[in-house]
């Protein structure tokens, strides 16, 4: 009993650190530059590019156009030596379709290497430049970030003649095959990247070491962080994840597979223990804790099974989603009662045997066992719904997690009835209501699969599933589920009702509950015909593909930036007498792009934009370069050139806020002093609006002073 407290209490603990665990500024990519002979070969030579990548985040590979930031190195000085070839990278990068940026793209995980080789002219040589390399994870993205590089050495070549006897190696030729060879180009600005030419000659100001420390440019990363704490923007994916795992519990609970089984086993126990209730009670209670222990094992299985590095990749992987629409599909054929999954009915047998033939807590642990096995017809769906939830959604403890609040709900009532035996007369008696919330989650399981199929089919180009098709798939299913909940559709499980002949009834009686879910449900399928001719529909904003698969759309309902200039922008906030918002984004930022299509439009959020603040937007990967390099110094002692415009806002964020993701954003008086927390990537509208709304009530307080 108490090692079963003790590990509940440890699964409690770790859960409640996850959720506190941040790390702002902390640099999810780690690089390093080393120079490496080649064998057999005195002239050549390789630049080693390593990079150590944090669980969740991928570096994007050089042959990306058109999407993300492509790796490409940049020499500035190279002499005695030239490129041999392009940048290739180990392991083999993944390749994947991307449905936001609409192009294929490569990206590597974890550990990886890029090299450059050299072809050494003979005597001393030197090559000095840098390396660009892009970096995302399912919430933010870095900046374009620069590796600089300054290496140099000495050749001494051999004759032509004794050169040429020394054979390659299969590694040296495979490398150098011309098939696989491209020409490092230089970075070309993209289509949109081209900034009014006025505000392009206001980016050439950089502060100087000794004016960084005051005016716009002063740090004010502790205000900002003391805001944050504050304003308590700590992420509660986890805690979401965990309630997501108790209302799963609690909708097993109520299926015909366990909810019948309750009144047994807790009279089980009771009888078991005699006239001694306290013995009845302490066993109900291992019975739970058997529960949550096999539960929660699950989970962590799953994430064994999947690898931590493995979790994030598989929501974009499309054979993945494939195979998660395909699995759906069937649970909720067999929620709808076309058929039933059960486990082999000798797993089951041989689990009831074990507890008929021990004692003790593990007696107890193999009756807990028998009800997985037994009630998974009901729970499986629900226990891989949830799973699929959590594997995709990048955490490497949300399975753990999820499975915990899932247990947790399943497991109570068996402790709670045991402890209160006369609740037991007062539960609702099993019937055909339970076979409504199968039915009910079926139709739900049908719905999300589509979700999964429209990931696959936009990886693919496919183009079976555009918005409009998704939406009507999704309204007619809602609706049906509206038409059964008021009675006009039967199903192979729906028991019939008679009269006191022992006629069956022709219309069967509604209850108040069902009537007025039936009507949820119908009002929410009536909510989404308008997102057949373009409304955003931000209910369903998360599931629905992309705006950019609709045919005919008329949303206009956009909110743009008027200046794209840090100092330009300050200075029409100081005329207009308002505060500013800073929005450092990106061309390349998925996330951003949500933000502005899910949040932006809101009709509030845009009133306060556009009329109560200044907005100004800080591309952090423009391309526009700067007059001449600059040189600064960054907090870690690193010496760092900006070259372009987007590396100057980079830097900005980096210097005055401590932060260096993107989508980020920050509320600022008009000395550029923080109004209220930063606020990143979260499509809460409610909460972007009070977010706002904190920042001017604080900016009319001081302005009053």
Known sequence: ?????????????????????????????????????????????????????????????????????????????????????????????????????????????????????????????????????????????????????????????????????????????????????????????????????????????????????????????????????????????????????????????????????????????????????????????????????????????????????????????AIFNLFIFALLVVFAASFLGGFEITLPSSWSTKMDEKASSTTGLLSIFFMALTLVLVSFSCTGPIIGLLLVDMVTSGSVVAPTVGMLGFALALAAPFTLFAMFPTWLKSAPKSGNWMNVIKVVLGLVELAFALKFLSVADLAYGWRLLDRETFLCLWIMIFALMGFYLLGWIRLPHDEDEYDDEGNVVARQKIGVTRFLSALCVLA????????????????????????????????????????????????AARRAGKPVMLDFTGFGCVNCRKMEAAVWPDARVKQLMTEDYVLVSLYVDDKTPLPEAVEVTEADSTVRKLRTVGDRWSYLQRLKFGAQTQPFYVLCDLDGHPLAGSYSYKEDIPAFISWLESGLKRFKTLKNK
């Open 1 to 317: 009993m108490k090692q079963s407290l003790k590990l509940l209490l440890t699964l409690a603990v770790t859960l409640a650190f996850a959720t506190r665990v941040s790390a702002q500024f902390d640099t999810p990519v780690k690089t390093s530059v080393t120079q490496k002979p080649v064998n057999g070969k005195a002239d050549l030579v390789d630049l080693v590019f390593s990079f150590t990548i944090d669980q969740g985040w991928h570096v994007y590979g050089p042959d990306n156009s058109g999407g993300p930031t492509p790796m490409a190195i940049k020499f500035e000085n190279i002499e005695g030596a030239q490129p041999e070839g392009a940048l290739r990278l180990s392991p083999a990068p993944q390749r994947i379709m991307d449905p936001i940026f609409e192009c294929e793209v490569t990206f590597v995980e974890r550990q990886a290497t890029a090299t450059q080789r050299l072809k050494l002219k003979g005597g001393d040589w030197k090559a000095i430049g840098y390396l660009t390399y892009g970096a995302c994870n399912d919430v933010n993205c870095m900046p374009p970030t620069t590796v600089e590089f300054d290496e140099k050495g000495s050749a001494k070549l051999k004759s032509e003649t004794e050169q040429t006897s020394v054979p390659a190696t299969a590694a040296d030729e495979a490398a150098l095959a011309p098939d696989k060879m491209e020409e490092a180009q230089p970075d070309k600005p993209t289509e949109g990247e081209i900034q009014d030419s006025n505000l392009v000659a206001n980016n050439t100001a950089l502060p100087l070491d000794g004016e960084r420390s005051q005016g716009l440019w002063a740090p004010v990363i502790d205000e900002l962080h003391a805001l944050d704490d504050a304003s308590d923007t700590s992420s509660r994916s986890l805690w979401g994840i965990f309630f997501l795992g108790v209302l799963g519990g609690l909708i097993a609970l109520l299926t015909p597979c366990v909810w019948p089984i309750i009144p047994m086993t807790v009279s089980f126990f009771l009888k078991r223990s005699k006239d001694d209730n306290r013995k009845g009670i302490k066993d109900a209670i291992l019975y739970g804790l058997s529960i949550v222990v096999i539960y929660v094992g699950l989970g962590l299985l799953v994430t064994l099974i999947w690898g931590p590095s493995s979790l994030n990749a598989l929501s974009t992987n």
């Open 524 to 571: 929410f399928a009536l909510y989404m015909v308008p997102g057949l001719w373009g409304a955003p529909c931000k209910a369903v904003s998360a599931f629905a593909p992309p705006m950019w698969t609709q045919d005919f759309n008329l949303n206009t309902n956009t909110v743009e930036a008027v200046y794209t200039d840090y100092e330009q922008g300050f200075e």
